[in-house]
Nanobody
Framework: QFVESGGDLVQPGGSLRLSCIVSGFTLDYYTIGWFRQAPGKEREGVSCDSSSDGLTYYADSVKGRFTISRDNAKSTVYLQMNSLKVEDTAVYYC?????????????????????WGQGTQVTVSS
């Protein structure tokens, strides 16, 4: 189960920190990721992080602005979003996948479990 929070209405250039509490999985072992879906568009991988090799993937559109992290003890995944743009507006979801899956494959090929939370709405607008 995933419970996302932290979304809000923010002006361009602003920052937000999203949180996702994960239950039912031992977070230490899993590859984790943040995905987003804007109206009329497919869900896309934003950032993913692999615990097995320590590698992290960022979509080109967010590279240098977003940072993914995890607190395994709290079973929580975070997404720090800085320098937000209007095109970042979407519902954001977190997900996990098996540790054999690389961070890049998780995000690009959208390899996740079938479980999704309700998401958290991020709106960037002036």
């Amino acid at each position: 189960q995933f419970v996302e929070s932290g979304g809000d209405l923010v002006q361009p250039g602003g920052s937000l920190r999203l949180s996702c509490i994960v239950s039912g999985f031992t977070l230490d072992y899993y590859t984790i990721g943040w995905f987003r879906q804007a109206p009329g568009k497919e869900r896309e991988g934003v950032s993913c992080d692999s615990s097995s090799d320590g590698l992290t993937y960022y979509a080109d559109s967010v590279k240098g602005r977003f940072t993914i992290s995890r607190d395994n003890a709290k079973s929580t995944v975070y997404l720090q979003m800085n320098s937000l743009k209007v095109e970042d507006t979407a519902v954001y979801y977190c997900a996990v996948t098996l540790p054999i899956t690389t961070a890049q494959d998780m995000c690009v090929k959208k390899i996740t479990t079938d479980s999704w939370g309700q998401g958290t709405q991020v709106t960037v607008s002036s």
